[in-house]
């Protein structure tokens, strides 16, 4: 199957980088650096790169392991701005002001606008071999590089899915590639099904 993707690459790549760049800019306003290994923070530059070689597989690649964790934040903050109920995420950003809500939002819907973008093509293996490969290198990453008491990317507990309550899985930190592979093998399937019940 012939690989396509919405032109041009160049305009969505510097978009992303663009992204990316604010996002550094914002957590070096805030003073939160310690929080650049989080992986919203490093999408946008991956999908930069992927959009600038044209490598499909790459940006789905970061789709199959954030698509639903970003979502799911996404809507958190939305409907903590909205309702005026603070988390952790929406009384940080509040601290921070306009600018750090409006990148924080930004950064947890580029998935999504990387959906779009490459829905014309299906994903393939490939972009589950490149989706374990940036796993074991962020989980690399957030050990050597981060505190344990931050728990960046989650890699000591949870909220996902325990509803804005901490918790941890069986052997979190040991398993957390394996856990969070078996997220992005879910949306790979995902994308697969989604791609094939519009173009067949």
Known sequence: MREMIMEPNLTFGLFFLLLGILTVIRLVRSDTTRDLFWFCNIAPFVLAISFFVNNIQLAKAMINIGLFPQTITFFTLVYGFVSGKNNS?????????GFYIAVELLIHVVLILALILTFSSAPTAESLKYSLIILVFLFVLTIQFTSPRWDINELYS????????MIRLP??????????????????????ALYHMVFG
């Open 89 to 97: 995420d929406t009384k940080k950003a509040r601290t921070y002001g």
């Open 158 to 165: 949870t909220r996902m899915i325990g509803g804005g309550k």
């Open 171 to 192: 052997f979190h930190t040991e398993f957390w590639v394996v856990y969070a592979f078996i997220v992005a093998w879910i949306t790979f399937f995902f994308q697969y």
